[in-house]
């Protein structure tokens, strides 16, 4: 349960005024992006999937945010005119070496694939990569330390949030077009957006958000 922002469901925007036919296109193909990789090999995938699931877990009361699967469309849409982080290689490619490097960093040290290990010995190699120390020919124009900062991180944080189950989890009401926000400033929310549950306050916020629209 959403115990922050309880009862909130930015879907229920779907048929209001939030939204109009273009948010609710793009909305539904984030919620329709593929399971099944189209642009990594399914071993990479594997990999990326235990990847994103260590930098962000994610409750277990719910269905999951898709993050790999996201990141798979995103590499899939960029093709070879994606954007690339000096002196890495597009994007796409850069994610396939760094996902091989990985693998064979796992193999190498634990005789296991990535995917297998615990979670002591994956946020170990993850922390290797973040401090630059991942050895190996796949490692060759990506560097460790950098892919981490630049693209494993960003990527993983971008997809996870631009779907509509993170965006019911922190109360954001979606793109909001054509209706827009109004009140910009801090601490102030406009009367259709999500009302956060403060001590005490956890029926009031759950009738509110039951008819945000």
Request: hydrophobic share 40%.
């Amino acid at each position: 349960m959403n115990e922050r922002f309880p009862g909130y469901d930015v879907l229920n925007k779907r048929a209001g005024l939030s939204w109009n036919n273009a948010t609710r296109a793009a909305v539904d193909a984030r919620l329709a992006v593929s399971r099944e990789p189209r642009f990594f090999d399914a071993p990479s995938f594997a990999v990326l999937e235990r990847l994103c699931a260590r930098i962000i877990p994610q409750p277990k009361d719910r269905p999951p945010v898709p993050v790999a699967a996201l990141i798979d469309a995103k590499m899939r849409r960029a093709g070879e005119i994606g954007t690339r982080v000096e002196p890495m290689p597009w994007d796409g490619e850069a994610w396939t070496r760094a996902l091989a490097g990985l693998e064979q960093e796992a193999r190498n040290r634990h005789g296991a694939g990535f995917a297998a290990l615990n979670d002591i010995s994956a946020d170990a190699l993850l922390h290797a990569m973040q401090d630059g120390t991942c050895d190996g020919p796949h490692w060759d124009q990506i560097p460790p330390k950098l892919f981490f900062a630049k693209r494993l991180l960003p990527d993983i944080v971008e997809a996870y949030y631009s779907h509509p189950t993170a965006w019911s989890e922190i109360g954001f009401g979606g793109p909001a077009s054509p209706r827009g926000y109004v009140r910009m400033e801090a601490d102030r929310k406009d009367p259709w957006e999500a009302a956060e549950a403060k001590p005490g306050e956890e029926a009031r916020a759950l009738r509110h958000n039951r008819h945000v629209a």
